[in-house]
Structures are given as C-alpha cells and as structure tokens.
Nanobody, 126 residues
Framework: QVQLVESGGGLVQAGGSLRLSCAAS????????MGWFRQAPGKEREFVAA????????YYADSVKGRFTISRDNAKNTVYLQMSSLKPEDTAVYYC???????????????????WGQGTQVTVSS
C-alpha cells in the first residue's frame, strides 16, 4: 500500500502561480509513474500531467501545456506540479496518483493508477 499526501493548494488570483507537492510513503516511489488529475464541481476527474519513474518522460493535457510543469525528486519520494499563469477554469481539487505498473501508454486514464491522494483544493479568482 502506498499513501500519497498532497499539499500546496490554496487561493490565488488569475495569472498567479502555485506549486503542488505530493509525498509518497514508500521508497519504491522511484519505480512508479506519477500523475496529477483534477476534478471541478459537477465534472469528471480529468488528467493534468504525468511523469515517468525516471523523470525523463512527461505528459500534459492540452489545457495546461506551457503553463504547468511536472517534476519529481525520487530522493525525497515527492512529485511536484508547478502551475503558472493560472486561470479561473483551473479551479478544482487536484489529486496525485501512482501507477505501480508503469503503463506509459495510458497515463491519461484514471483507471491506470493504483493509488490516490486525498486531494488539495486550488481556487483561482478572476
């Protein structure tokens, strides 16, 4: 079992920045593909970004390309999501997720991930 704990959410004005962190409880973190998803009220959970176990491969939803950056520090068992040029439509609960089987062909699918954090709220005011 892997526990994931997100932090770094909050309220920010449009155009601002936030950095989310997700700390994992197991040292095998460095073998997992990690992803960030978000869910706005009344909407389905959607893919935001993912990163391979090595950090060499990153993937982004079109809606966040050029504004968000995913990274990881395997020594700290932590994955990050740097969010810049935030828009009101980025408002959502953000979740990190871990895929222990490294299924890079389906990083954008909710069902690919085995473990999920509890989520952190990001609110962008206009």
């Amino acid at each position: 079992q892997v526990q994931l704990v997100e932090s770094g959410g909050g309220l920010v004005q449009a155009g601002g920045s936030l950095r989310l962190s997700c700390a994992a409880s197991r040292r095998t973190f460095n073998t997992y593909t990690m992803g960030w998803f978000r869910q706005a009220p009344g909407k389905e959970r959607e893919f935001v970004a993912a990163i391979s176990w090595s950090g060499l491969n990153t993937y982004y939803a079109d809606s966040v390309k050029g504004r968000f950056t995913i990274s990881r520090d395997n020594a700290k068992n932590t994955v990050y999501l740097q969010m810049s040029s935030l828009k009101p439509e980025d408002t959502a609960v953000y979740y990190c997720a871990a895929d222990q089987d490294r299924r890079l062909g389906s990083v954008g699918e909710v069902g690919t991930y085995d473990y999920w954090g509890q989520g952190t709220q990001v609110t962008v005011s206009s």
